[in-house]
């Protein structure tokens, strides 16, 4: 093994990168579709334990911070400890962390116990970069594109069966949703020790030299100091912003509408797991058609489709209104990820772009955080009142990604 900053690290037999494109869409569609779990049925949940009918909104907003919260000081250093320990064992940290939340989740008998295993959801962020980073350093460079819209499906294609199916087993009385977090355990236990079981890294850079405080500001600076990355972030975060700032609130659109929460699970995983479904198949499509048309283009036309999508939900007097905005609402999310991933990918000079795919989704991290404190001071003046605010802060994001240069560069 070498040592210092000369020469590279050999490792057992590589996994290839169709392979971990393979291990790696199963992971990220089952952490996918077990955190939908907390995201769409968490207003349903938070009655299970006790909180007020009126005070169910308020702490949505505030939880769904807090998912991010607590976490989002370590995401940089996980790039850096996934370089100087190995990637894998990082990323399947992240699904050991999803078990424990789960089961905390399955034995929670108040509100203040339900909080303290949503607080823990932050210490499993960062893998999708890492992810990223892995897959891009197996892939051949004519494949690149292609392997990383295929793996933009995974996430979706989660929070598409996640909802529909949790939703129907909890209808149908399969299990509650204290049980259905159970089994949310078990799949994360399943997917880490899957990880560690078939996937292999190859041969890797030395380890770097230096604390990992130091090497996690460096990173920042590398991944924040570049014009594109900077405008980029800058675009991602504030879209996702104003998606966030409604998106905790979206299962109680159902509930609205519906009277009451009683059977209502099904309902929600139907709207909002055809809206992700839409997105997992549109994630491909949009990574051809920013390569023919610019990435540019499409940020922008995401970015409005989110607006107009924002506007439906808010305007919807039925279930079939209440789709057709949760669709476009995920649509434009699906469109914008794979985007922002592309263009990272492809355009971000090559000294750069390990650390940038590290730290791809802390624009999303603090745009959660802010999204659900301010979604949850939004609320208290009616759920209208969040919808349009995101609405407004959508366009505002299509103003700002016109700044983007019109070719695919770096």
Not at 94 to 121: C, K, P, R, T
Not at 133 to 145: C, D, E, M, W
């Amino acid at each position: 093994m070498a040592t210092g900053t000369t020469g590279v690290i050999a490792t057992r037999r590589a996994t290839g990168w169709i392979g971990l494109l393979v291990l790696f869409g199963i992971a990220s569609t089952i952490e996918a579709g077990t955190v939908s779990h907390v995201f769409r049925f968490l207003p349903l949940y938070l009655g299970t334990v006790h909180i007020p009918l009126s005070d169910i909104p308020t702490w949505t907003g505030f939880l769904n911070a807090a998912f991010f919260l607590f976490g989002l000081p370590l995401v940089p250093f996980w790039g850096v400890w996934a370089e100087r320990y190995g990637r894998i064992p990082i990323i399947a940290r992240s699904a050991f962390v999803e078990m424990v939340v789960f089961a905390l989740l399955w034995l929670a008998q108040n509100g203040w116990e339900a909080a303290f295993a949503i607080l823990l959801v932050g210490f499993q962020l960062g893998n999708t970069g890492v992810m990223l980073t892995a897959l891009r350093s197996a892939t051949p460079q004519g494949r690149v594109g292609l392997a990383i819209s295929l793996f933009g499906v995974a996430p979706s294609l989660g929070f598409a069966l996640g909802p529909a199916a949790g939703g129907w087993l909890v209808d149908h009385n399969v299990l509650n949703l204290h049980t259905l977090f159970a089994v949310d355990a078990v799949m994360s236990l399943g997917a880490g020790v899957m990880l560690l079981a078939l996937a292999r890294e190859g041969t890797r850079p030395p380890r770097p030299a230096g604390s990992a405080t130091r090497l996690a500001l460096d990173a920042l600076r590398l991944a924040f100091t570049g014009r594109l990355t900077r405008i980029v972030f800058a675009v991602f975060g504030l879209a996702y912003f104003a998606v966030q700032i409604a998106n905790p609130f979206l299962p109680l659109l159902v509930v609205r509408l519906h009277g009451s929460t009683a059977g209502v699970a099904g309902q929600i995983g139907i709207v909002f797991g055809a809206s992700a479904l839409l997105g997992a198949l549109l994630s491909p499509l949009a990574g051809a058609a920013g390569d023919r048309y610019g990435f540019r283009q499409l940020l922008v036309g995401a970015c409005v489709l989110a607006a107009a999508g924002l506007g439906t939900l808010a305007l919807a007097s039925n279930l079939i209104w209440l789709t057709i905005g949760a669709v476009a609402l995920g649509a434009a999310s699906a469109t914008a990820i794979s985007m922002v991933f592309a263009v990272l990918a492809t355009a971000v000079p090559e000294e750069r772009r390990a650390t940038t795919l590290n730290l791809v989704l802390v624009p999303i991290y603090f745009s959660s955080v802010a999204g659900g404190l301010a979604g949850a001071l939004l609320v208290r003046e009616g759920l209208n009142t969040v919808l349009w605010t995101g609405a407004a802060v959508a366009l505002v994001a299509a103003l700002l990604s016109t700044r983007l240069p019109s070719a695919n560069r770096g």
